[in-house]
T-cell receptor, first 114, second 115 residues
Framework: NAGVTQTPKFQVLKTGQSMTLQCAQD?????MYWYRQDPGMGLRLIYY???????DKGEVPNGYNVSRLNKREFSLRLESAAPSQTSVYFC?????????????FGPGTRLTVL | AQTVTQSQPEMSVQEAETVTLSCTYD???????LFWYKQPPSRQMILVIR??????QNATENRFSVNFQKAAKSFSLKISDSQLGDTAMYFC????????????FGGGTRLMVKP
């Protein structure tokens, strides 16, 4: 099992450009999450999807959109990138009660917006 | 809304010794879990230990144990017999089971294990 995979690993954008971060999990989890981590800080939730077909805003949703394409895939889109969106982005999926509600994280995408 | 506070930005410990990382949280919820995650230089987030709020017994995983004080809203992590591979950022996190099971993270403690 690959767990949670993210693409790309690194990306440099210019202000105003758009891009989509891809995330996939092979653990048959219902819930998936997108977080951002700024230097020296903990992770903050951008959006989450409790189940296929549903999405909800987290703590810092402005400037982002998400799509839960199917049970496996959850993408994050930046429509018009800004320097304030320079960060490391993590995708996660969550086990259910039997798995102790553990969230499994992808390796992260380092995004720089110039 | 929940808040999680880690008051020690950096700590160091000698190899083989014991260190305790502090975490406090603020919530009005009763149905929640608490977690400690480790983030080594590779950036990968790795679960260290979890505690269910309804359990009075403190969780233990090999060299890692917690001191969960529910009334005081305190959740510290003790690492025994510290190893060089324990060098990492450690994040305390709160999960509200009544609100999407999302995680709220503290700001982290950078732990350096010295040989």
């Amino acid at each position: 099992n690959a767990g949670v995979t993210q693409t790309p690993k690194f990306q440099v954008l210019k202000t105003g450009q758009s891009m989509t971060l891809q995330c996939a999990q092979d653990m048959n989890h219902n819930s998936m999450y997108w977080y951002r981590q700024d230097p020296g800080m903990g992770l903050r939730l951008i959006y989450y999807s409790a189940s296929e077909g549903t999405t909800d805003k987290g703590e810092v949703p402005n400037g982002y959109n998400v799509s839960r394409l199917n049970k496996r895939e959850f993408s994050l889109r930046l429509e018009s990138a800004a320097p304030s969106q320079t960060s490391v982005y993590f995708c996660a999926s969550r086990a259910g009660l039997a798995g102790g509600y553990e969230q499994f994280f992808g390796p992260g995408t380092r995004l720089t917006v110039l | 809304a929940q808040t999680v506070t880690q008051s020690q930005p950096e700590m160091s410990v000698q190899e083989a010794e014991t260190v305790t990382l502090s975490c406090t949280y603020d919530t009005s919820e009763n149905n929640y879990y608490l977690f400690w995650y480790k983030q080594p230089p590779s950036r990968q987030m790795i679960l260290v230990i979890r505690q269910e709020a309804y359990k009075q017994q403190n969780a233990t995983e090999n060299r890692f144990s917690v001191n969960f004080q529910k009334a005081a809203k305190s959740f510290s992590l003790k690492i025994s017999d510290s190893q060089l591979g324990d060098t990492a950022m450690y994040f305390c996190a709160f999960m509200n089971l009544n609100a999407g099971n999302m995680l709220t993270f503290g700001g982290g403690t950078r732990l350096m294990v010295k040989p």
